[in-house]
């Protein structure tokens, strides 16, 4: 004798077609309800940091010299419109002091995210906060807490302009300035520092910067470095507009999308530029 099965009149009254429906959705809601129960679980979370590496965190952004956040204002609107968490980190001594401290500061903003949201960030640093992230990828574990780093405009290996202003006025070029100078101790560093085990790296840079000097400070070994004029040749792209721009955003907003980082291309220039200007469902700033 067959066991009896609750509703079993109710389920033989059906047709076959209704029969495979009923059945199909069944097996549906048992699979979403195992997924959410290894989710709860903590089953994908990475085994030796507890982090969801399935899931995207917030985006921590960090600003250039003097520390002005106003500057990533347009960006992180932007970011937020994608449905990210966007956290603009405020630099100790306006953004102009040791850049090792600035670090330390930007590890704790990185570690209140990663409390919040349980899953790796993504970095943005602008300016000299690119090198600012960099400090930080090599002082804090990076690998282990940021999915990706995105620099725009980063004097990763310092910029003339620093050593021209402490030249000309050694008392008007703080702690950060002299350490953006090429060849300081911290350049030094930065460059006989190794480049393993590190998070996705994505390096911006215009061939129209007068700030850093050259603009290939910019380029990091073993990152994604593009050049801005790679992807549009026309484009005339200055220091400070560089976290502002159509370009530089569309790159930005399609670098913290779940695909691994690519090399934009010169037939992806205006896509992007496209997609920097009026954003998912046609979002304006």
């Known amino acids: 004798m067959s066991p009896r099965i609750p509703g079993g009149r109710w389920y033989a009254r059906l047709s076959p077609r209704r029969r495979m429906f009923h059945a199909g959705m069944s097996l549906v809601l048992a699979a979403a309800a195992l997924l959410g129960g290894l989710q709860a679980a903590g089953a994908f979370a990475h085994p030796a940091t507890g982090l969801n590496t399935g899931r995207l965190g917030a985006v921590v952004l960090v600003p250039g010299y003097g520390g002005n956040t106003g500057s990533l204002d347009v960006l992180a609107d932007r970011i937020r419109a994608l449905g990210r968490t966007a956290v603009l980190v405020r630099l100790p001594g306006q953004g102009t002091g040791d850049l090792q401290a600035q670090a330390t500061v930007l590890n704790q903003y990185v570690v209140r995210e990663l409390h919040a949201l ?9 300016s000299a906060g690119g090198v600012v992230a960099r400090l930080w990828d090599m002082q804090y574990h990076g690998a282990q807490k940021a999915r990706r780093i995105i620099t725009l ?16 006025a050694p008392g008007a070029c703080p ?10 101790t911290l350049m030094t560093t930065l460059r006989k520092a190794p480049l393993t085990s590190r998070p996705a790296w994505l390096s911006l ?8 000097r050259p603009p290939t400070s910019s380029a ?7 050049p801005l004029q790679s992807v549009c040749p026309t484009a ?35 896509s992007l530029q496209a997609l920097g200007t009026a954003g998912p469902l046609g979002f304006r700033p």
């Not at 349980?118 to 602008?126: E, L």
């Not at 990091?220 to 593009?226: D, E, S, T």
Request: glycine letters at 10%; aromatic letters at 4%.
């Open 118 to 126: 349980a899953a790796p960030v993504d970095i943005i640093g602008y």
């Open 153 to 168: 405009g980063a004097p990763l290996h310092g910029t003339r302009l620093a050593s021209a202003g402490n030249a000309i």
């Open 175 to 184: 702690a950060a300035c002299q350490e953006l100078i090429p060849g300081s």
């Open 205 to 212: 840079w215009s061939g129209d910067d007068q700030v850093v």
């Open 220 to 226: 990091l070994p073993g990152a994604v470095n593009v």
């Open 236 to 270: 005339v792209i200055q220091h400070s507009q560089l976290p502002s721009d159509p370009l530089v955003i569309g790159i930005v907003l399609r670098s913290i999308a779940s695909a691994p980082l690519s090399v934009p291309r010169v037939w992806d220039c205006a």
